[in-house]
T-cell receptor, first 118, second 116 residues
Framework: NAGVMQNPRHLVRRRGQEARLRCSPM?????VYWYRQLPEEGLKFMVY????????ESGMPKERFSAEFPKEGPSILRIQQVVRGDSAAYFC????????????????FGEGSRLTVL | AQKITQTQPGMFVQEKEAVTLDCTYD???????LFWYKQPSSGEMIFLIY??????QNATEGRYSLNFQKARKSANLVISASQLGDSAMYFC?????????????FGGGTRVLVKP
């Protein structure tokens, strides 16, 4: 399977616990994006990473949320001390490079990880 | 800042008929890209079609076409000959020239239900 792989697909946590969401980009893709989708809403950008670097984290909440994309292994979105408002679908997308607006370069999305906080 | 507006929260369409999904955008960038994605009930995001701001012709991909009106800042999606499998959420998205990488800004979506 050459697509973007996210796991777990579904995750249930109690308030105060930690959630870790993993994303393996498509083969050959070194750019990863995380988006959050609340029920019945569009996707909201969270963070853009390249290998070992955070490029744009303008959509990340200032507290409790962090992301990494190490040299080896998947990208991780980590949410500490989860609250009910963190319940959402978290999508990872990847692209092979950083393209300007004059190129097509659509993002390739994973199937999402659905976090439920009890 | 970029903004995408989809004013139709939901709509019904009869099978085999065409449907137009509205999308307007706001940006100060001269160069930008516009995208449409489909999200069926299973949840994945499926890329449908792309339009570049300098493309002179409207984009088409099979039954999907994009009605691009630059002066009006609109990028409506037209689905011809609707099928039951077209029932889904549809999202318009934009990437500006100043955006980092392929960062996309999404609209709120339109839910389409195709009736047999």
């Amino acid at each position: 399977n050459a697509g973007v792989m996210q796991n777990p697909r579904h995750l249930v946590r109690r308030r105060g616990q930690e959630a870790r969401l993993r994303c393996s980009p498509m083969k050959g893709h070194s750019h990863v994006y995380w988006y959050r989708q609340l029920p019945e809403e569009g996707l909201k950008f969270m963070v853009y990473l390249q290998k070992e670097n955070i490029i744009d984290e303008s959509g990340m909440p200032k507290e409790r949320f962090s992301a990494e994309f190490p040299k080896e292994g998947p990208s991780i979105l980590r949410i500490q001390q989860v609250v009910r408002g963190d319940s959402a679908a978290y999508f990872c997308a990847s692209s092979p490079n950083a393209l300007g607006a004059t190129n097509t370069g659509e993002l390739f999305f994973g199937e999402g990880s659905r976090l439920t906080v009890l | 800042a970029q903004k995408i507006t989809q004013t139709q929260p939901g709509m019904f369409v009869q099978e085999k008929e065409a449907v137009t999904l509205d999308c307007t955008y706001d940006t100060s960038d001269q160069s930008y890209g516009l995208f449409w994605y489909k999200q069926p009930s299973s949840g994945e995001m499926i890329f449908l079609i792309y339009q570049g701001s300098y493309d002179e012709q409207n984009a088409t991909e099979g039954r999907y076409s994009l009605n691009f009106q630059k002066a009006r800042k609109s990028a409506n999606l037209v689905i011809s000959a609707s099928q039951l499998g077209d029932s889904a959420m549809y999202f318009c998205a934009m990437r500006g020239a100043q955006a980092a990488g392929n960062k996309l800004t999404f609209g709120g979506g339109t839910r389409v239900l195709v009736k047999p």
